[in-house]
């Protein structure tokens, strides 16, 4: 075919562009699904967010069973199903469907496999707030063998151990708690007084006067310092029957550092030796010669080594600078022994007048 110049670049210029056109609009049919798909990921996305956002004000609004449907329905195309699966779990925990719970939590643990802390201490917390101690202290383990300084980990820890009263744990845990600085100083210090104060209630428990010592021993000296752990420990000791063992020890600590408490604990000990007990207790008497604890504690003793007179003048004494009914109930029972049964009579009914205006002041202060 022959044909000039003009018509044929002419001709080769269409027939280019037809072919572009063909193969631009395959490109693009090629491309359509793709990105079809892209677009269908994208709103779904959009829409995940935006039921995570719809989830967590219902969540935050109380409305669980609201909450945990939209959360659930769109967590598979969320950028965050591990928030999604937590916030989820947290809902259920609040309406009580502890399986859901469970089921979202294990659901968490299989759409992201490296966030076993997160989740773990998302259990923990709603076994917690469930007053499901024992599975909490498993999980919360299992943690703190992953990441033994975990600050929240071992917070969790300390709070679980306190709900199970378990003592000796949270003892093996202030180390950690006090180098990951989970707790300040002067709460660890506090912590450690109120540890130690009950282990050795718990030893006293078992009669056991071998193991307070030997947990004695044990207590640090800053904490022996400490207002009213020692009073503790000399109790332990009594209770068991075992105060005459710490009964210089005790007598020691009241000639270097006075503290009624302490004083009473020294005058309820059954000591091997009450003449020597009661010549201790009246050295004393020159530092503190009005002290009503004090001339109380005197006349007891006295009266246990069957020195009448002296007894009856110290109960005396105590009374006349600070009434009690201790003191009212051991002069009037020495009174009575002795044959003086209206003495005793009137001491009697002062003692009671007088725990009655005690029973009575204490009603209307917490009312």
């Known amino acids: 075919m022959e044909t000039s110049l003009v018509v044929f670049a002419v001709g080769l210029i269409i027939v280019f562009f037809v072919f572009y056109m063909i193969f631009r609009l395959l490109g693009w049919l090629f491309r359509l699904p793709g990105q079809i798909k892209r677009r269908g990921t994208h709103i779904r996305f959009n829409r995940s967010q935006e039921a995570l956002i719809a989830g967590l004000v219902d969540t935050a609004e109380g409305n669980w069973e609201k909450a945990e449907k939209v959360l659930i329905k769109h967590a ?32 968490a643990a299989d759409q992201a496999p490296g966030s076993d802390v997160a989740i773990g201490l998302t259990q923990a917390e709603l076994h917690l707030s469930g007053n499901e101690f024992e599975q909490a202290l498993e999980t919360l383990t299992k943690l703190h063998s992953i990441d033994p300084s975990h600050a929240s980990v071992l917070k969790l820890l300390h709070q679980t151990y306190q709900h199970l009263g378990d003592w000796e ?18 709460e660890v210090k506090l912590l450690e007084t109120q540890v ?6 718990k030893c006293a428990e078992k009669g056991n006067p071998e193991g307070i010592q030997e947990l004695w021993l044990q207590i640090p000296d800053y904490i022996k310092r400490m207002q009213g752990i020692s009073a503790i420990y000399f109790a332990a000791m009594i209770e068991v029957g075992a105060g005459a063992r710490v009964e210089n020890d005790l007598a020691d ?12 604990l020294f005058g309820s000990l059954q000591s091997f030796d009450v003449a ?12 503190h010669p009005n002290n009503a604890v004090l001339l109380a504690l005197l006349g007891k003793l006295s009266n246990l080594c069957h ?22 109930q051991l002069l009037g029972d020495l009174l009575y022994a002795q044959g003086d049964k209206d003495k005793a009579s009137q001491c009697y009914k002062n003692g009671l007048e007088l725990a009655s205006s005690e029973i009575v002041s204490r009603i209307e202060t917490v009312s």
């Open 76 to 107: 598979s195309h969320s950028g965050a199903p591990l928030i999604h699966y937590l916030t989820a779990a947290r809902a259920a925990q609040s309406r009580g469907a502890f399986d859901k719970r469970d089921e979202y939590l294990k659901k």
């Open 169 to 186: 744990g949270i003892r093996k845990l202030i180390p950690s708690l006090n180098n990951n600085k989970v707790l300040l100083e002067a």
């Open 196 to 201: 130690f104060s009950e282990l050795l209630k």
């Open 253 to 264: 600590i009241l000639s270097i550092n006075w503290d009624e408490t302490l004083l009473v």
């Open 276 to 287: 020597r007990q009661l010549e201790t207790a009246e050295t004393w008497l020159t530092s």
């Open 307 to 328: 020195e009448t007179h002296k007894a009856e003048s110290y109960l005396s004494q105590s009374i006349s600078v600070e009434p009690t009914v201790q003191a009212y």
